[in-house]
């Protein structure tokens, strides 16, 4: 069974840093695609960024956080990372990990999130 357990939200400054940890078990992650999704209250779940898992780790990224955001893996720890610099008000919200099995359009596990407060 898969399980994705985020960790490393909280409340910081804006401007600040926080990085988001998705230890992910339950399969063999390298034919995935793993990704970070968030929700802010009132609003619907959104797309933050995605990496590959199977060789050449691809990424995109929601054009609200490139260049401020980077999305990593740790093959060894079955980790995937979301790195969060330069952070503002309007990214506040819970974080979501997700996976899906590669060349697959559903993101279908899903992690319990974490929240990430950030004051002005």
């Known amino acids: 069974q898969v399980q994705l357990v985020e960790s490393g939200g909280g409340l910081v400054q804006a401007g600040g840093s926080l990085r988001l940890s998705c230890a992910a078990s339950?399969?063999?992650?390298?034919?995935?695609?793993m990704a970070w999704f968030r929700q802010a209250p009132g609003k619907e779940r959104e797309f933050v960024a995605q990496?590959?898992?199977?060789?050449?780790?691809?990424?995109s990224y929601a054009d609200s956080v490139k260049g401020r955001f980077t999305i990593s893996t740790d093959n060894a720890k079955n980790t995937v990372t979301l790195q969060m610099n330069s952070l503002k008000p309007e990214d506040t919200a819970v974080y979501y990990c997700?996976?899906?099995?590669?060349?697959?359009?559903?993101?279908?596990?899903w992690g319990q999130g974490t929240q990430v407060t950030v004051s002005s």
């Open positions: 990496i590959n898992w199977n060789g050449g780790n691809y990424s």
């Open positions: 997700a996976a899906r099995p590669a060349f697959t359009r559903t993101y279908n596990y």
């Open positions: 339950g399969r063999t992650f390298s034919n995935y695609d």
